[in-house]
Every structure is written in C-alpha cells, then in structure tokens.
C-alpha cells in the first residue's frame, strides 16, 4: 500500500496475539486497494491511549473502524463509545472459552453504541473487511465493482466446486455400471 493515501479504514486490535487473525482483514483490504491503517491498542491495558488514537484516526479521515480483541473484549465498544464511526468487532478465537466470551463481549452493546459484529475468528475478521469496504464504496463506484467481482469470483469457484463433486459422482456411477455389466451373463 503506497505510504502518501490516507487510510479511510482503521484495523485496530487488543494485542499483537491477534495479529495473525487480523491479517485477513488486511489482505483482503489490499485486494480492494482500500487504504488502511493498522494499530495495537487496548481499553483495559491503555485507555487514554485508545482514546487519542480514535480521535487521530478520525481526524486523519478514517471513515470505518474494524476492531479485534479477545477474551473480555472491551476494546471494541471502547472505541465506539468515543466515535460516531461505524465500528466493526472481530471477537478472536483465543482463550478458554475459544471466542464464546469475546463473541458476547463485542456483540453485547446497550441500545445507542452499536458495534457491528462479526463471526469468531478468520471468518469474522474476512467479512469485516468485506463490510469496511462495502461501507467506503457507498462513496465510490469503483470499489462498488472490485466487490461484485469478488462476488462474481465466490460464485465461479463454488460452480467449480461442484462440478468436481457432482463430475466425480458422475463418474463412480458409470464405473458401476460398467462394473454391472461385466459382472451380468450376455442376455441377462
Ligand atoms: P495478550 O496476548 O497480549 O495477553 O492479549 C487481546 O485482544 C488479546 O486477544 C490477550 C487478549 O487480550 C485481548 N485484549 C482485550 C483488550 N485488550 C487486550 N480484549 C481490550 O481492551 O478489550
């Protein structure tokens, strides 16, 4: 991503733990060329921290934030608690409990602080990036486009998934038949 555009999605996180999850919301980011900027923050361990950051990420025109945290994950409804930004959670799959709790962290807001949550894990931190970018291409055709092909994309490849599964159940079939055949006296 060329360093001079201005991130208008910020991909921020409790730790560095989950960086890994995170990453998918990253690559599929830069599969949209959507600009981003990506930081390590925490409500319980940095408050003031998390707050400045928000408010730097707005004035710098971010315009979604997409939020990861594990275990009791505050962090995303810290940040919407500061922002009128659409704010995404991506409960990681971390801990005890395997992103149960983080899950009813991020998803549980009172009425009037909505964080926008997503599935546990990678699954989660993929459509946040798909509904970021949904999001900026509300104000941008082009990024309109890039997502109906990726649609496009998801739909030709489960075609040729099934053409790999019904084929080869096409094909068992006719090497029993064959089988049939071989095995039944002429005549029969
Ligand atoms: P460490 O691996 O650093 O101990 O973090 C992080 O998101 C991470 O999944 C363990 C987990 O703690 C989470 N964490 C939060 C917050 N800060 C860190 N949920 C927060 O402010 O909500």
Sequence with gaps: MPKERKPLVAVLMGSDSDYETMQETEKLLDRFDVPYATHVTSAHRAAKRTHRIVEELEERGVRVFI???GLAA???GAVAAVTTLPVIGV???SGSLEGVDALYSTVQMPSGVPVATMAIGGHGAKNAAVLA???????DPKLREKLTAYREEMERSVEE???????ARELSAESVSDA???????GE
């Design 74 to 76: 505050h962090l995303a």
């Design 133 to 139: 970018a949904e999001i900026v291409a509300l104000q």
């Design 180 to 186: 049939i055949k071989e095995l039944t006296p002429e």
């Design 67 to 69: 939020v990861g945290a």
């Design 161 to 167: 998934k099934d053409r790999q599964i019904s084929g």
């Design 91 to 93: 409960p990681m799959a």
